[in-house]
C-alpha cells in the first residue's frame, strides 16, 4: 500500500476519532449545562417560594400584632379599673365617644378576625356583646345617684364587673391563640432563613 494511502487511512481515523470525540464531549457539555440550568431553576423556585412565605408570614404578623393591641385596648377600657375612672363622669357626651371608640377597635378586631383568623371571629363578638353591655351598665353607674338608689347602683355595677371578667377571659384567650400562632410562624420563618 502506497505511503499516500496510510498518511489518507491515518488522517481518517483520526478525524474520525475527533469527530467521535468532539460528539461526547458536546454530549457532556450539554448534561452539564441541563443540569446546571435545572439547579438555577430549583434554587431560584425555592428562593422564591422563601421569599412568597416570608412576605406572608409578614403580613399576618402584622395582623397578629395589631389584634393583640386592640384586644389589650378593649381588656384596659372595659376594667373594673376604668369602670371606676367612669364613675366620677358626669359628661355623658365623652362617655359615649369613647364607647363608640371601643366599637370602632372591635370592628377593627372582627374585621381581622373573619379575614384571616375566622376561629377567632365567635370569641370577638361575644367580647362585643359584653362590651355593649359593659357600657350599658357603665351609663347607668354613672346617672345613678348612688345616695338616693344604691340598690340600683350596687346591681349595675355588679353587672359591670361581671362583664369585664368576661371581656378579660376571653381576651386572655385570644391573646394565648395568638402568641401560640406567632411562634408557629417564628418556626415557619426560622426555616426559611437557610
Known amino acids: 500500500m502506497p505511503k499516500e494511502a496510510y ?18 464531549t458536546s454530549g457532556v457539555q450539554l448534561q452539564i ?26 403580613l399576618e404578623r402584622d395582623k397578629l400584632e395589631k389584634l393583640h393591641k386592640i384586644l389589650s385596648v378593649i381588656s384596659f377600657e372595659n376594667s373594673q379599673t376604668m369602670s371606676y375612672i367612669q364613675s366620677s363622669e358626669t359628661d355623658l357626651s365623652d362617655f359615649r365617644k369613647r364607647y363608640i371608640e371601643n366599637c370602632d377597635r372591635l370592628h ?8 384571616y383568623y375566622p376561629d377567632m371571629s365567635e370569641p370577638i363578638r361575644e367580647i362585643f356583646g359584653q362590651a355593649n353591655c359593659f357600657w350599658g ?40 391563640k395568638i402568641a401560640e400562632r406567632g411562634k408557629e410562624l417564628n418556626k415557619a420563618l426560622q426555616r426559611t432563613n437557610r
Open 7 to 24: 498518511i489518507f487511512l491515518g488522517a481518517l481515523v483520526t478525524a474520525f476519532i475527533g469527530l467521535v470525540v468532539a460528539k461526547f
Open 33 to 58: 449545562a441541563k443540569d446546571n440550568s435545572e439547579k438555577d431553576i430549583r434554587l431560584q423556585s425555592e428562593r422564591l417560594a422563601d421569599e412568597r412565605l416570608k412576605n406572608e408570614i409578614a
Open 108 to 115: 377593627d378586631a372582627l374585621a381581622i378576625t373573619d379575614l
Open 137 to 176: 351598665y357603665q351609663e347607668g353607674v354613672i346617672k345613678i345617684d348612688i345616695k338616693t338608689n344604691e340598690q340600683g347602683w350596687q346591681s349595675n355595677m355588679s353587672k359591670v364587673l361581671d362583664a369585664g371578667v368576661s371581656i378579660n377571659r376571653h381576651v386572655k384567650n385570644l391573646q394565648y
